[in-house]
């Protein structure tokens, strides 16, 4: 495809979640002006169509609550531009915590849904067990419930957001690969591509795991590194109920969700593994995550699973599924406009919350490329908040991975 020597006023390198929400509301807030998002594979075909995809409403950092509300918002607006219904899964969520650290987390996390009008009840363990027949409820000290949060199909929600911006005018482009960040002595003014130029007034990288590579053209170390997630699905059985809620474990440092009879489940490594984003082909789904579909991981972890979910022994394993997502030591994403370059905004780091997160990114990204303030608090986002790093360093990138090994919560 030849498009030599465009010009747009936003171009976006990459289609995921990000790429496409960034494009439905700079598409709807600004008619008549020109979007272009540059994806080299398949819309939504990389971290986005593999995440487990809790759509996780109330966390402890609460900066990230207004940008998942507004993905709560957001999805009914598109399913009636559609006519299609999303089919969002509101089954709930129940916190469970079994040591006096968690118990006190607890408490705090059921305060902070009070404060954000989001509905939390307590429950008994024998009410949690019969929500979720599969959980071992006995050394449960505290469980919470939130019935209003949910998970989705992260592909759908990503090209139900494509969808919706190409409908409202915006340019979405499969199989073109960008190559270069152009600049203008400190200034970004467009893309290089396997289709030729696109000059723009702004441009956007929303590449996942490979954007430092496009931030590093501009001078910019991008603080995230491509780190690996990965889950399992077990056989179906009956003690998993299509409808039962996600399960958050922090002290076993596990989440899990339904799957159509199955269970899914994800659960910390003792150590997790990042990898420079230079070494990550083109095409995500070849590269190999783990030769033994991340079993060994499991095994060094499993007795941490099993104290709440005695059959993991006994049920079969039905699927693997991995993928990278842009973590950083503190668990935050990086993002917002690139310091010391003009007209580049970076919306990365998603540090495995992207699904959850898409809405409000997506709205902050477009006002900003718009001209106009981001309506939400980006301060805990800086890009500067490491000082000066290496991203493409071995201790960078074990700084990262360090973090998601630590990480608690689903
Ligand atoms: C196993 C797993 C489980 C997860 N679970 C959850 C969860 O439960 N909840 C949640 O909220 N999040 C979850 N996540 C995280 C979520 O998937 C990501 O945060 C989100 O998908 C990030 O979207 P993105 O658009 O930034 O990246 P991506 O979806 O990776 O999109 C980046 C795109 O850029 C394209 N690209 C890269 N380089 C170029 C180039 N040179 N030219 C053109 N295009 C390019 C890529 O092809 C890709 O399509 C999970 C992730 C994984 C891997």
């Not at 109330?58 to 219904?85: C, D, H, N, Q, W």
């Not at 490594?269 to 789904?285: G, M």
């Not at 919306?347 to 898409?358: D, E, L, P, R």
Request: with cysteine.
């Amino acid at each position: 495809m030849q498009f030599n020597s465009e010009k747009a006023n936003v171009v976006v390198i990459g289609g995921g979640i990000f790429g496409c929400a960034i494009a439905y509301y700079y598409s709807r807030n600004n008619p008549g002006k020109k979007i272009v998002v540059l994806e080299r594979n398949e819309l939504c075909n990389a971290a986005t169509s593999r995440a487990a995809a809790l759509i996780t409403k109330i966390r402890a950092k609460k900066y990230f609550i207004p940008l998942s509300l507004e993905t709560y918002r957001v999805i009914p607006e598109m399913e009636k531009m559609l006519g299609e219904s999303l089919d969002i899964k509101k089954v709930g969520v129940m916190h469970v915590a079994a040591s006096e650290p968690r118990v006190s987390d607890l408490k705090e996390l059921m305060a902070i849904a009070e404060v954000f009008n989001q509905p939390a009840t307590y429950l008994s363990n024998t009410a949690a067990h019969k929500k979720a027949p599969w959980l071992k409820t006995e050394e449960a000290l505290c469980i919470g419930f939130m019935p209003e949060e949910a998970y989705c199909d992260p592909y759908l929600l990503g090209t139900f957001f494509a969808r919706c911006a190409k409908l409202q005018g915006a340019d979405l482009r499969q199989g073109v690969e960008v190559t270069d960040v152009l600049m203008d002595n400190n200034t970004a003014v467009g893309v290089n591509t396997t289709g030729g130029k696109i000059y723009a007034d702004v441009v956007i990288i929303a590449a996942g795991a490979w954007s430092p590579i496009f931030a590093k053209q501009a001078g910019v170390d991008l603080p995230m590194a491509p780190t690996r997630s990965q889950y399992w699905i077990t056989e179906r059985a009956d003690i998993f109920p299509l409808n039962s809620p996600i399960v958050l474990l922090p002290d076993a440092q596990a989440y899990a969700r339904p799957e159509g009879g199955s269970l899914l489940f994800g659960i910390r490594e003792k150590k997790s593994f990042s990898v420079s984003p230079k070494n990550i082909p083109a095409d995500v789904s070849h590269f190999s995550f783990s030769g033994d579909k991340g079993m060994n991981d499991l095994q060094e972890v499993i007795d941490r699973l099993a104290r709440f979910f005695p059959t993991i022994y006994d049920v079969g394993l039905k699927y693997y599924v991995a993928g990278f997502s842009g973590y950083t030591p503190d668990n935050n994403l990086s993002m917002g406009a690139a310091p010391g370059v003009h007209n580049l905004l970076l919306a990365t780091g998603c540090v495995g919350a992207g699904i959850s997160v898409s809405g409000g990114i997506g709205l902050a990204f477009a006002e900003m490329a718009a001209g106009n303030a981001n309506p939400y608090d980006f301060s805990h986002f800086d890009i500067e908040r490491f000082g000066k790093i290496d991203a493409f360093s071995e201790a960078w990138l074990n700084k990262c991975a360090e973090a998601r090994s630590k990480k608690l919560s689903g």
